[in-house]
């Protein structure tokens, strides 16, 4: 660490000496600049699918034990940024067995009980939807404080849940496939309107929003381009990397084409956040399949499952 220049950031400074905390100031800079919220509303909305797939594979009946800690991957997410974390997410979510799971026996091992899907829904709601949209309604430095620890909000809000809701056997495939159903819908919208914000330049509106600037000169104090620029490429490595490691959810190479087809197409139509999302709800269908096609014949032969 050095002193502290004269000027410098009140969340920079550790007594008289300066810490880097680019993570959190570029989207501090978002909210004392107008001109670059924006941005931070944009990648926060299509960043939702990522700790959507974080919470449920740490809630997976008997999910791999390196995708467990939801908390601990979050914390890291924060002080890290999302660009070099989640390809190293995406790396122990391949070599798990996670992405490949549907592609195995024991698929019931990656199921996701009711209470806990329950809980990942209300932990989502309270602890990052909440937050966002008081952000979003009233930035200021208190707000996005209190926003930066979300990953904390939505395990005691989950936690909450879990304390007070019954337990129960059952698993629940419809809970998981709406939250991810919405958060398609929330990043295809954020992606068609920013297309349309800068319609008819299409070619610019898809350059600011899946390419990330290079070549930026250093500048002096804060610049709305350089705040677009970590974001951007946060974006980019995270989701590329997550891209990638769906690729082993296809049971063969026609799968896998179709999934890169997908996603090379619905990256550019609807975004790369909304594509994310229906890679994950494709394989949250396939894991599904078996617990859903056994409780219809149950109901079939007369002894469908109740709570």
């Known amino acids: 660490m050095e002193r502290?220049?004269?000027?410098?950031?009140?969340?920079?400074?550790?007594?008289?000496?300066?810490?880097?905390?680019?993570?959190?100031?570029?989207?501090l800079d978002g909210l004392l600049i107008p001109s670059?919220?924006?941005?931070?509303?944009?990648?926060?909305?299509i960043f939702t699918p990522i700790y959507l797939c974080i919470l449920v594979e740490a809630n997976r009946v008997r999910g791999p034990p390196a995708l467990s800690r939801s908390l601990l991957t979050g914390a890291i997410l924060i002080m890290c940024t999302a660009g070099p974390i989640m390809p190293l997410y995406s790396l122990a979510f391949v070599l798990s067995g996670a992405?490949?799971?549907?592609?195995?026996?024991?698929?019931?091992?990656?199921?996701?009980?009711?209470?806990?899907?329950?809980?990942?829904?209300?932990g989502i709601f309270v602890g990052y939807a909440i937050p966002s949209y008081v952000l979003y309604i009233?930035?200021?430095?208190?707000?996005?404080?209190t926003y930066i620890p979300y990953h904390l909000?939505?395990?005691?809000?989950?936690?909450?849940?879990?304390?007070?809701?019954?337990?129960?056997?059952?698993?629940?495939?419809?809970?998981?496939?709406?939250?991810?159903?919405?958060l398609f819908a929330a990043a295809a919208i954020a992606h068609i309107?920013?297309?349309?914000?800068?319609?008819?330049?299409?070619?610019?509106?898809?350059?600011?929003?899946?390419?990330?600037?290079?070549?930026?000169?250093?500048?002096?104090?804060?610049s709305?381009?350089?705040?677009?620029?970590?974001?951007?490429?946060?974006?980019?490595?995270?989701?590329t990397a997550m891209m990638i490691a769906s690729l082993w959810s296809g049971k063969d190479a026609k799968e896998r084409y179709r999934l890169v087809m997908w996603h090379v197409a619905a990256t550019v139509i609807v975004g790369h956040g909304?594509?994310?999302?229906?890679?994950?709800?494709?394989?949250?269908?396939?894991?599904?399949?078996?617990e859903e096609k056994q409780e219809k014949t149950g109901k079939k032969n007369g002894f469908a499952i109740k709570n």
């Not at 009233?138 to 404080?145: H, K, N, Q, R």
């Not at 297309?195 to 899946?210: C, S």
């Open 138 to 145: 009233a930035p200021s430095v208190l707000t996005f404080v």
């Open 4 to 27: 502290c220049a004269p000027g410098t950031h009140a969340l920079e400074k550790f007594g008289d000496f300066c810490i880097q905390v680019m993570t959190y100031r570029a989207p």
């Open 224 to 239: 709305p381009v350089w705040v677009l620029n970590l974001f951007q490429w946060d974006a980019w490595l995270s989701m």
């Open 193 to 222: 309107g920013a297309i349309v914000y800068r319609w008819p330049d299409v070619q610019a509106a898809l350059d600011f929003l899946l390419v990330p600037l290079s070549g930026l000169e250093p500048v002096q104090g804060v």
């Open 99 to 122: 992405a490949s799971a549907q592609r195995r026996g024991g698929k019931s091992d990656f199921a996701v009980n009711r209470k806990n899907a329950e809980a990942i829904a209300f």
């Open 274 to 290: 909304a594509s994310l999302a229906g890679s994950l709800l494709w394989r949250e269908m396939c894991l599904s399949a078996p």
């Open 36 to 45: 670059t919220f924006p941005y931070f509303v944009f990648f926060n909305v």
């Open 153 to 182: 909000w939505m395990s005691l809000a989950s936690a909450a849940w879990r304390a007070v809701r019954p337990d129960t056997p059952k698993t629940d495939t419809i809970i998981i496939k709406a939250l991810y159903v919405i």
